[in-house]
């Protein structure tokens, strides 16, 4: 489903809506139009990821072939998030609880946008910034947010979490101390080991004092990866990119701790040989 057209940045401006660049020379639109869906109910859809073409006097900008996405047609359901999501609230809502009224959480690689949503719904007074490198995944996350009408969920941005905070987009959610809490679900063994290092380092200037950061998935344990299903899933993912793999807690934990992050313990077990890792920033 694409919209068409060709505005000034000055006219968008003056509506209100708000315009990001990106380092792809793209522009975010943050602004929702009411579309009518073939079942004839209106939803609201975000507007994002349109060209940005500037002239060569850079006087003038516009935003072309402008994609409306959040539709029917963008949800992506992993049944692993349908199956994790519970267990992963009943750990998050003791946390959550604790944030109270106005409570601002982010949430990193937010996947399709299974979780977020599912959060948002039992704690309606905290509003949630989910994100992700991947425009798929942006769409379905923008879809959940339409097809659950949850309120407390904003636009889904996009951050590329091995880069400095500094060349992130910018948004006014996102500033240094702003969050109460992180969360990031099943990322670090999936990607090179410096998503962990920008995650504890985008944490450690995030997370206002005693603010949480929350990671699950599977870990090794002192150097040892157990039981024999995540031997053969660790050994599966090293073939598919050397640089992927389980991570040991302890090496998680001393990244944490050299950016401000002590663990609690015990560390939580999960279903299907998983882990809940909780730390807080110092206070």
Not at 70 to 94: C, F, H, T
Not at 137 to 159: C, D, E, G
Request: include cysteine; charge should be neutral; proline fraction near 6%.
């Amino acid at each position: 489903m694409h919209l068409f057209l060709s505005a000034a940045v000055g006219q968008f401006m003056e509506r209100g809506r708000s315009l990001k660049r990106n380092e792809r020379n793209r522009v975010q639109i943050f602004e929702v139009y009411p579309l009518r869906y073939p079942d004839n109910v209106a939803r609201e859809v975000s507007v994002v990821d349109a060209c940005l073409i500037v002239d060569p006097d850079n006087k003038m900008a516009y935003a072309d072939k402008v994609e409306l996405f959040g539709g029917y047609d963008d949800l992506i359901r992993v049944p692993a998030a349908e199956r994790n999501k519970g267990p992963i609230l009943e750990v998050l809502q003791q946390h959550l609880k604790k944030i109270g009224d106005n409570g601002f959480v982010f949430e990193v690689a937010s996947g399709p946008g299974q979780h977020v949503v599912h959060f948002a719904q039992s704690f309606p007074s905290v509003t949630f910034l989910p994100s992700d490198c991947d425009v798929s995944y942006l769409k379905s996350i923008q879809a959940y947010i339409n097809k659950t009408n949850v309120k407390n969920v904003l636009s889904p941005v996009y951050i590329d979490i091995t880069q400095p905070l500094s060349q992130w987009p910018q948004h006014e959610r996102l500033q240094p101390q702003s969050c109460d809490g992180i969360i990031n679900v099943n990322m670090i063994h999936i990607s090179p080991w410096d998503t962990c290092e920008g995650l504890m380092s985008a944490a450690g200037q995030l997370l206002k004092p005693g603010g949480f950061l929350y990671m699950y998935g599977p870990f090794k344990v002192g150097g040892v990866i157990s039981p024999d299903s995540n031997v053969q899933f660790d050994s599966m993912l090293r073939s598919r990119n050397s640089s992927w793999g389980l991570r040991d807690i302890d090496d998680v934990k001393q990244l944490a701790e050299q950016n401000g992050l002590l663990m609690d313990t015990p560390v939580v077990d999960m279903p299907a040989n998983n882990k809940s890792l909780i730390f807080h920033k110092k206070r």
